[in-house]
T-cell receptor, first 114, second 110 residues
């Protein structure tokens, strides 16, 4: 079945540093989603990408939809302690209906040292 | 606008018992999807409901079942609980495309 591979698995950085993580797939996705999950909470949608090559920003976060449609990148600039959490990439696969089931990567755990 | 809500927050059950988890979708969203998230892993798709009908199912046994009501809220039922069913159960609601998650129900099976 379809799988999403995220790297790195974890990161431990100093406050103020920039962060980069990526997600790759063996299959094409037409949408890429990036979520952040805090401990004991549900994932919160950060950025949605809908077109190959698209570059989208949300504050200090920037994500890109790869040209091949098989990868995506998330960058966080000038990290702060509240950026701590697990970041997931996800892509929908479609059957009938309007909303696909989401396939998630394994997550990248980010820790920020003040 | 009210987001996705789930109840209960936490639940402890014994192996073999049955459990019902509830989800209220975000206002205007007609699709609810359920996911199981084991510790240290990404969410795994269980099934999806669209306008009260099941609309896709993941690799979960029949003892996982669900319902969607006319107001688009939803239930997840799990029969004959097993220890491996211990996980965070997430529901997500959507209209088209992006899915918005609730806070989850933490189920512990002993």
């Amino acid at each position: 079945g379809q799988q999403l591979n995220q790297s790195p698995q974890s990161m431990f950085i100093q406050e103020g540093e920039d962060v980069s993580m990526n997600c790759t797939s063996s299959s094409i996705f037409n949408t890429w989603l990036w979520y952040k999950q805090d401990p004991g909470e549900g994932p919160v949608l950060l950025i949605a990408l809908y077109k190959a090559g698209e570059l989208t920003s949300n504050g200090r976060l920037t994500a890109q939809f790869g040209i091949t449609r098989k990868d995506s990148f998330l960058n966080i600039s000038a990290s702060i302690p509240s950026d701590v959490g697990i970041y997931f990439c996800a892509g929908p696969t479609y059957g009938s209906g309007n909303t696909g089931k989401l396939i998630f990567g394994q997550g990248t755990t980010l820790q920020v040292k003040p | 606008e009210t987001g996705v809500t789930q109840s209960p927050t936490h639940l402890i059950k014994t192996r073999g018992q049955q459990v019902t988890l509830r989800c209220s979708s975000q206002s205007g969203h007609n699709t609810v999807s359920w996911y199981q998230q084991a510790l240290g892993q990404g969410p795994q798709f269980i099934f999806q409901y669209y306008r009260e009908e099941e609309n896709g199912r993941g690799n979960f046994p029949p003892r996982f079942s669900g319902l969607q009501f006319p107001n688009y809220s939803s239930e997840l039922n799990v029969n004959a609980l097993e220890l491996d069913d211990s996980a965070l159960y997430l529901c997500a609601s959507s209209l088209v495309g992006e899915q918005y998650f609730g806070p989850g129900t933490r189920l512990t099976v002993t």
